[in-house]
């Protein structure tokens, strides 16, 4: 067999024959030879479907110039994607694809097939450099050029990417973000309050408090949570990674704050994260505490964003 077991464009082929005929492509050429003498050095097939994408066979006859120099004359086959400017910016395509040449004489098909390629704007076609010899081509006794004529196929299998990719961008420490909430009319706050959204990091949050306890601490402590914004709206974001406290001044004694807090990993399954037991209500209630002062509270966040996956 004169086909090269390792051609130039290909490290890793399947070489075979079959019997059944490619399932996406054939191509005739009739009068081979006039090629040549046409100066037709080049010649790009007609397009065809496969895996929702179009696609064209490159044949060059008199083999494609490469940096490999042999001293030997070989057809170079190639298959490029057709239509991109239709395709999204950054297309990439994965796919494995088969390239045949009909075997007149014993009524099959050289198979010759590569190992995935990943077809891009870059690297619009894939394929072989020295699919076969001339010299075998044109021999009367291979069976593969007949009357002058020879046909050739291709079979595409696109790869569907349907795995999930994942980022994970980590931050360079920075001067922690800091906010301040004054909360008049505390005693007359519903079982919920939430504060207006803010931006930290390039992340929107929002401070969520129940003055009268959540679920697990009703009438026994008041509740601060943080909540993300953009893990609840934005697909995009997967995980965030945030240091933050949250704290209750103390309006009368300078330094006996109520604070709470830590790092987490907040996601699209915990939004939400604080302390339930924030802080015990007959504490938050007692004006001698200095936590509400003429039945006012002041609520400070902190938080430094550390890692973002996407």
């Keep these: 067999m004169a086909l090269l077991p390792h051609p130039i464009d290909e490290d890793e082929v399947t070489v075979e024959t079959r019997d059944l005929l490619p399932s996406h492509f054939l191509f005739k050429i009739e009068s081979f030879s006039l090629l040549s003498k046409h100066g037709i050095d080049k010649y790009e097939s007609s397009e065809f479907e496969s895996g929702d994408y ?13 940096e490999r120099e042999d001293g030997t004359d070989h057809i170079s086959v190639y298959l490029a994607i057709s239509e991109t400017s239709s395709l999204p910016a950054c297309w990439d395509v994965n796919a494995v694809f088969s390239i045949f040449l009909f075997n007149h004489k014993l009524d099959n098909f050289l198979s010759v097939r590569g190992r995935v390629r990943r077809f891009h704007s870059l690297k619009p076609e894939w394929g072989f450099s020295t699919f076969i010899q001339t010299e075998t081509l044109i021999d009367p006794s291979s069976g593969y050029l007949v009357d002058d004529t020879c046909v050739f ?55 969520i408090m129940y003055p009268k306890g959540d679920i697990e601490e009703k009438e026994r402590s008041v509740s601060i949570f943080l909540h993300s914004v953009d893990l609840e709206r934005d697909s995009s974001c997967k995980k965030i990674k945030a240091n933050f406290y949250i704290c209750i001044k103390n309006q009368l004694i300078d330094g006996a704050h109520c604070k709470n807090g830590g790092s987490h990993w907040f996601s699209t399954l915990w939004v939400t994260w604080g302390c339930s037991r924030f802080i015990p209500m007959v504490d938050m209630n007692d004006p001698k505490k200095g936590f509400v002062v003429k039945d006012c509270c002041i609520i400070e966040v902190e938080i430094s964003i550390q890692a973002v996956v996407r």
């Design 153 to 207: 196929g291709a079979e595409v299998f696109v790869v569907k990417n349907k795995g999930t990719k994942e980022c994970l961008s980590l931050l360079k420490a920075i001067d922690p973000f800091k906010r301040e909430f004054k909360i008049s009319r505390f005693s007359r706050l519903g079982k919920i309050w939430f504060s207006e959204e803010f931006k930290a990091g390039d992340h929107k949050w929002k401070l």
């Design 54 to 66: 179009k696609w064209k066979l490159i044949i060059y006859p008199n083999g494609r110039k490469t």
